[in-house]
């Protein structure tokens, strides 16, 4: 069934690539699955990512392009703390507010981003982890250490992400890719944008859109939670006096 499905969209690439003129690269791509439910027993997912690249006529020898993909998460804002040792005791020192910070961030290419552009058209296009942008309630600096920690914290969570081997040319001009999303991946809408390069240049970008949403009775407990605050706390509490008057009469002495 799955095999079908990359079949179908593979085709389908191909229909839209051969209705696009060939006046300049046009670039085309398609996501397997563009809704991903969690629900209790959620692990994580892998996206498949298949594109093509329809020449602009020009003869070549070989077109040896280049494939950046950035997959950013809802944004909220996050603090990051320092801790200190007072008097023999670890309390928060010190703390940065990081305004709207992707909460997952996955930079995927077929090589190296700095074999593909140089470091101003990185920099400028924000490719790769040390070139996005993470606003600071100071004016946070590259070699912040808040912002290292948070980038740091969210690698080992699997949240951010760069792979410079997840993008592979199945053709000169087709390509697939590879988006995982991990178990914790936070729910909201999720950019994809697909930019295209040539002996470092960008010769054109796309982007799409992924859904991430609780299901089952997870989703029921975050709604009521979120809109119904008051009542979920106290049903919260009642459930907490029950729970412990139970097991006071199961474990009970006599």
Known sequence: MRAAGVVALICALAMLAGETPAAAERLV??????????NSSFTGAELVLFGTVEPNGVARERPSYDIVVTVTGPRQDVVTRRK???VGIWVNAESRTFTAAPTYLAVLSN????????PETRRRLQLGLANTVLSASNGSVDDDPFRAALVR????????????KAVTFLTPNLFRGAITLPANSPVGTYQIEVRLFQEGQQLASRE???EVVKVGFESLVATEARERGLLYG?????????????AAIVFRRD
């Open 84 to 86: 200190a040792r007072v």
């Open 208 to 210: 799409s859109f992924l």
């Open 234 to 246: 106290v049903a919260t509490v009642a459930l907490a006096i029950l729970t412990g008057w139970l």
């Open 29 to 38: 791509f398609a996501v397997s699955n563009h809704r991903v439910q969690i």
């Open 153 to 164: 914290l969210n690698v080992d969570h699997g949240l951010y992400r760069e792979d410079a």
């Open 111 to 118: 090589r190296d981003l700095d074999l593909i552009a140089g």
